[in-house]
């Protein structure tokens, strides 16, 4: 790292005090956020260094989540040490291999199903030692719908707001409405195949900092409808199922809701996240200069489209989603 990077500095000093020996971190990543991470080799024992500018992000949320999901043993990192006040974590190692990169046809079933058996252990967690968990309401789920047509309909493509609006205020309020008619159960937010960590035979989870208390289907739908990957129907048709019958043995749903009622829930749940994820990926290309994501807009616009297309009430959007918002985002991706 330069030298005229000062937050670097600054950790590489920390680093230096707590270890009291030289160190030479190496940044392996930042994420959709403003964290950089670096990993640090001390007597053979790896671990990672997390730089979270407190003024953007603070890291308090990181390290009571961390301590809520180790104690209903959810396999996190243990946060070592820790300086609230400067952004800095020193984490244990987790390892390089996420589930993202081992996932194929012939594994899907095996690392999914252990991936939806550790949902009922975060749906648990609805606090920390401190306080409650914030609640994924209505005004939540309004703001994350806002992303995408204040970031990818107005901001990418242009589009006019009227237009925009005809075309999806119907649906929000029915996507609203479908978050919270589900149970409300612990909920990690970011629950996909790039934040669970394969180590020793074992799924580890990731990115957890952004807990909140919300909708039963939301992680199992933001794995199975992974904005990075798409897998047949009906594989995800097997994991639903496998997903709502330990819900339901797990008494996190209600043994009189049907599997019907389920998929309903599940599907529009996909719907929202698809919407806030095309949003955030425009967001992040021209609020953060972080292009790469713009190349994952179009999965989620066609997981809106095919799956809208399925319910009465939202064909409008589909529609509109596949005959206007993809072509136009195909011309702007080619500079047309």
């Known amino acids: 790292m330069p030298l005229s990077d000062p937050r670097f500095l600054q950790l590489n000093a920390w680093l230096n005090q707590y270890f009291k020996v030289k160190v030479s971190p190496k940044l392996i990543s930042g994420d959709a956020s403003f964290r950089r991470y670096f990993r640090v080799i001390i007597d053979n024992i790896s671990y990672i260094v997390v730089d979270s ?45 996420q589930l993202l990169s081992v996932l194929a046809k012939g594994t899907l079933q095996q690392y999914y199903s252990q991936a939806l058996v550790l949902l009922n252990d975060i749906a648990r967690v609805t606090r920390t030692e401190s306080a409650a968990l914030a609640q994924y309401d209505a005004a939540f789920v309004v703001r994350e719908l806002a992303i995408f047509t204040e970031w990818l309909a107005l901001h990418h493509l242009g589009l006019d707001v009227d237009e925009v609006k005809a075309n999806t205020d119907d649906a929000f309020k029915i996507l609203v409405d479908n978050a919270l008619a589900q149970p409300q159960v612990g909920m990690h937010r970011d629950y996909h195949s790039r934040n669970l960590m394969l180590q020793g035979g074992e799924l580890k989870v990731i990115d957890f900092q952004d807990a909140v208390i919300g909708p039963v289907t939301y992680d199992a739908v933001s794995l199975l409808r992974d904005c990075y990957i798409r897998w047949p129907d009906s594989d995800i048709e097997s994991l639903m199922q496998r997903h709502y019958d330990q819900c339901v043995s797990g008494g996190l749903i209600d043994a009189e809701v049907k599997f019907e009622q389920y998929r309903r829930w599940f599907d529009l749940m996909g719907i929202q996240r698809h919407l806030k994820a095309a949003g955030i990926f425009a967001r992040l290309n021209y609020r953060d200069g972080k292009p790469a994501y713009m190349a994952d807009i179009p999965l989620t616009l066609e997981y809106i489209r095919d799956i809208a297309g399925r319910y009465n009430e939202l064909q409008v959007l589909g529609g509109w989603i596949g005959e206007v918002i993809i072509p136009a985002v195909k011309a702007k991706s080619k500079g047309r």
């Open 53 to 97: 500018p407190p003024n953007l992000i603070e890291i308090t949320p990181f390290i009571q989540l961390a301590d809520s999901y180790s104690k209903q043993g959810i396999a996190v990192p243990e946060v070592i040490a820790s300086d609230k006040a400067q952004g800095f974590m020193l984490l244990s190692d987790l390892g390089d291999v």
